[in-house]
């Protein structure tokens, strides 16, 4: 299949079907059009049989592969009619797009032979060192999650863990969804992903990657499930993602390089635990991002930056959010904070990164708990800027409150009455027209709106701040 010859015949056979322009037609050899063409390949001709049940990874394979890889080609649509495509791990190569069409899902393999040897290949489609590579189509790509549930919870779901093995450790050890690492102009659009075993779309040291119209659902009470991590990677776009999952919904990250420039706005979001979070793995710099017109409901923290590892964190915006967040079972992190601030170190050995021009601007907030505000002796919060916020304080759900999350590292879950912003180690905080709610059907006492720690916080300044109760029908 792979042979140039039978790429070739390949190539002859799928020839009409490229829409070539009529006055070029005649042309016989492509090297001569003006302009390159796209090529679109059927799996479905490289003999995948699309019924759910037989393997397709090698079907699917063949079809990339022989996707043409020489000048003047532009982009090679690797087209999956409706069916159902069981598959191993099948691995993308530059110029080739996925087009998984309405009707047709990418089903992921359950078996640990169906993956790479090296763990940190375990995805179900994965794009290394590629460029214009990308996924569409309109259908899903699916992950089975559910069947990497070894026992059924609705507090937290324990999942099958691959770490005999030995490749991982831990229960984090099953596959991914998608991967991109090392990409550049990565791009994934109008496609569902659904129930991931673990993490769903990983970008990872890419640049340049645009993600928008697409949807990702993870099963809520399963753990790790995240929506969109984004590591390591500069230039990346997100817009227009409905997220609905158990885990993390976006989430950037630094491990081996910093992160520069993600923007994602228009998006929909619901999680068991933080929606948008900055971390925790911080080890480099996180700087000019911006997060606008994004609505999160239900979730378990909304706005959260988790910095544990020394990277510093710089010049972020946040703006035109509406948020509601209500406690869930403590073992996820969150408190039902919809905004959520902290640097410490992970543990006592980290370093410590600092967190400076940070700015709220338009948020609306219901939520169970109040904003929690904490820096550390050698990472500090500064400048600061609530501006234009509604927060409302009620209670919903029969967790109780009265915890502060330091998780993970530093230390942990401490004991502290809520407040409506609770402050430590800031310098430099500047609130403008922003008014607090409280309802006064509540069942503990629960009505202060600023908790300093005292000779922590610095510069500080309220221009028409306001708190006060108000009755709650109930
Ligand atoms: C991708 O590039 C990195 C860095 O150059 C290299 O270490 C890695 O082996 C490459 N991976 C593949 C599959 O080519
Ligand atoms: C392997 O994963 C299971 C949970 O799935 C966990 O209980 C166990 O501690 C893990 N073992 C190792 C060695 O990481
Ligand atoms: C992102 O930009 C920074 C600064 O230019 C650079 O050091 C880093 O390597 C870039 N990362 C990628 C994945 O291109
Ligand atoms: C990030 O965006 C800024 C402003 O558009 C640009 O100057 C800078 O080069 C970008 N950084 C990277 C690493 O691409
Ligand atoms: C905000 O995002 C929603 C999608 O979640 C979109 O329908 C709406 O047009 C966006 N609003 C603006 C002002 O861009
Ligand atoms: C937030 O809620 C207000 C009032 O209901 C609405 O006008 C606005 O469009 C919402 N914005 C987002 C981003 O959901
Ligand atoms: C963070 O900033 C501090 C102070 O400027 C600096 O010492 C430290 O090296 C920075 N951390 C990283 C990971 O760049
Ligand atoms: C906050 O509420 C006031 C009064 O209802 C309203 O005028 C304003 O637009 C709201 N601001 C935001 C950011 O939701
Ligand atoms: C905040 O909301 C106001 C009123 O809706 C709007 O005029 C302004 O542009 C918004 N600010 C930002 C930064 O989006
Ligand atoms: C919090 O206080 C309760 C009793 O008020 C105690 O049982 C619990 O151990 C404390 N938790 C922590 C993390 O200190
Ligand atoms: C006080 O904080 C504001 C921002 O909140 C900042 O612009 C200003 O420079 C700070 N002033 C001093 C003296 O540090």
Redesign the pocket.
């Known amino acids: 299949m792979t042979t140039p010859i039978l790429q070739l015949i390949f190539l002859l056979i799928l020839s009409p079907l490229r829409q070539l322009p009529p006055s070029k037609s005649a042309t016989p050899t492509r090297v001569q059009l003006p302009h390159p063409l796209p090529t679109t390949l059927s799996v479905t001709d490289f003999g995948a049989i699309g019924d759910g049940i037989h393997y397709d990874t090698e079907a699917i394979q063949s079809t990339i592969n022989s996707c043409p890889t020489t000048p003047p080609t532009k982009t090679c649509h690797v087209n999956f009619p409706p069916g159902i495509y069981l598959t191993a791990t099948i691995h993308l190569k530059s110029n080739v797009v996925l087009n998984i069409q309405e009707g047709a899902t990418l089903l992921g393999g359950t078996k640990l032979e169906d993956y790479p040897k090296e763990f940190n290949r375990w995805y179900v489609v994965l794009a290394e060192n590629a460029s214009d590579v990308g996924i569409t189509g309109g259908g899903v790509v699916d992950g089975q999650g559910l069947k990497f549930v070894?026992r059924f919870n609705e507090r937290k779901n324990?999942?099958?863990?691959w770490?005999?093995t030995g490749a991982c450790?831990?229960?984090e050890?099953r596959p991914r969804l998608v991967g991109f690492i090392g990409c550049t102009n990565a791009k994934v659009w109008n496609v569902r992903l659904s129930e991931p075993a673990y993490w769903c779309l990983h970008i990872v040291r890419c640049l340049n990657t645009h993600i928008y119209d697409v949807s990702i659902y993870g099963d809520f009470n399963s753990p790790n499930n995240d929506g969109i991590d984004i590591e390591d990677s500069n230039n990346t776009l997100i817009t227009r993602c409905h997220i609905d999952t158990g885990d993390d919904a976006i989430c950037p990250k630094t491990y081996t390089g910093p992160i520069y420039n993600l923007t994602a706005t228009d998006c929909w979001i619901r999680t068991k635990s933080s929606a948008i979070k900055l971390g925790s793995a911080s080890w480099f710099e996180l700087k000019g991002l911006v997060f606008d017109n994004i609505t999160i409901v239900d979730s378990h923290r909304g706005l959260g930056l988790q910095i544990r590892d020394g990277g510093n964190v710089s010049d972020i915006t946040f703006s035109n959010i509406n948020i509601s967040t209500r406690y869930y079972d403590p073992s996820w992190w969150g408190r039902a904070e919809p905004i959520y601030v902290t640097t410490c170190p992970r543990h006592s050995s980290s370093k410590e990164g600092s967190i400076s021009n940070l700015q709220f601007i338009n948020i609306t907030a219901n939520s169970e708990n109040g904003v929690f505000l904490s820096g550390s002796k050698g990472g500090l919060l500064s400048n600061l800027r609530f501006i234009n916020m509604n927060l409302t304080f009620r209670r919903w759900t029969n967790y109780p409150g009265g915890l502060v999350d330091y998780r993970p590292g530093c230390q942990g879950l401490v004991n502290h009455s809520s407040a409506g912003i609770i402050m430590e180690h800031i310098e430099g905080f500047e609130v403008e027209n922003v008014n607090m709610r409280w309802s006064d059907y509540q069942n503990e006492l629960w009505d202060n709106p600023l908790d300093f720690r005292p000779s922590t916080v610095n510069n500080i300044s309220f221009l028409n701040f306001h708190s006060a109760l108000y009755k709650q029908m109930k």
Do not use: A
């Open positions: 070894k324990v999942m099958v863990s770490n005999s450790l831990g229960d050890c």
